[in-house]
T-cell receptor
Framework: RKEVEQDPGPFNVPEGATVAFNCTYSNSASQSFFWYRQDCRKEPKLLMSVYSSGNEDGRFTAQLNRASQYISLLIRDSKLSDSATYLCVVNSMEYGNKLVFGAGTILRVKS | SAVISQKPSRDICQRGTSLTIQCQVDSQVTMMFWYRQQPGQSLTLIATANQGSEATYESGFVIDKFPISRPNLTFSTLTVSNMSPEDSSIYLC???????????FGPGTRLTVT
């Protein structure tokens, strides 16, 4: 079983749609959780951290369910510029500073 | 955030040769990381490079194949040795960011082995 598993993509949505990505992780000792964004042929960049209480950044909402070992990312009012691959990432003390990346979910927003 | 550059940005190499990739950071950092991203897949950590000590390799990666140097706090190199087509990949270096678990990545080196 992979350490971090994500929804298979790609997600093809119209502009203005709301889209949700899911992610599960296998290591219950995982402590930190993130969503990274990777544009085509570019390096990954941190989109947002995910906190236990859930957190929102503009159109983006991230949630964490530790009991189910589940992370989600909700994007409201999708823009063409949201088209990218979204990577679910976890970290734990036993990993040191190592990040474990999911395979990513491709989002394509179309006009 | 740190500004990271990598050289070369891309290369096409013949089987059996070696390529050294350079990673330069605009500030001093303790830890640097080297990742591989194979076509259509996510990032896999190759090793962690600490200044003044041997790199720490992840399972499946060995020093003979991927020797790493870390001569100072702003620079590191990764060599891909005795290349085969299976080594065709994007290689990225990264450094720790401000927040827990946050990392900043270089633009990557796209390697094709023929």
């Amino acid at each position: 079983r992979k350490e971090v598993e994500q929804d298979p993509g790609p997600f093809n949505v119209p502009e203005g749609a709301t889209v949700a990505f899911n992610c599960t992780y296998s290591n219950s000792a995982s402590q930190s959780f993130f969503w990274y964004r990777q544009d085509c042929r570019k390096e990954p960049k941190l989109l947002m951290s995910v906190y236990s209480s859930g957190n929102e950044d503009g159109r983006f909402t991230a949630q964490l369910n530790r009991a189910s070992q589940y992370i989600s990312l909700l994007i409201r009012d999708s823009k063409l510029s949201d088209s990218a691959t979204y990577l679910c990432v976890v970290n734990s003390m036993e990993y040191g500073n190592k990040l474990v990346f999911g395979a990513g979910t491709i989002l394509r927003v179309k006009s | 955030s740190a500004v990271i550059s990598q050289k070369p940005s891309r290369d096409i190499c013949q089987r059996g040769t070696s390529l050294t990739i350079q990673c330069q950071v605009d500030s001093q950092v303790t830890m640097m990381f080297w990742y591989r991203q194979q076509p259509g897949q996510s990032l896999t950590l190759i090793a962690t490079a600490n200044q003044g000590s041997e790199a720490t390799y992840e399972s499946g990666f060995v020093i003979d194949k991927f020797p790493i140097s870390r001569p100072n706090l702003t620079f590191s190199t990764l060599t891909v040795s005795n290349m085969s087509p299976e080594d065709s990949s994007i290689y990225l270096c990264s450094v720790l960011g401000q927040g827990a678990g946050e990392q900043y990545f270089g633009p990557g080196t796209r390697l094709t082995v023929t």
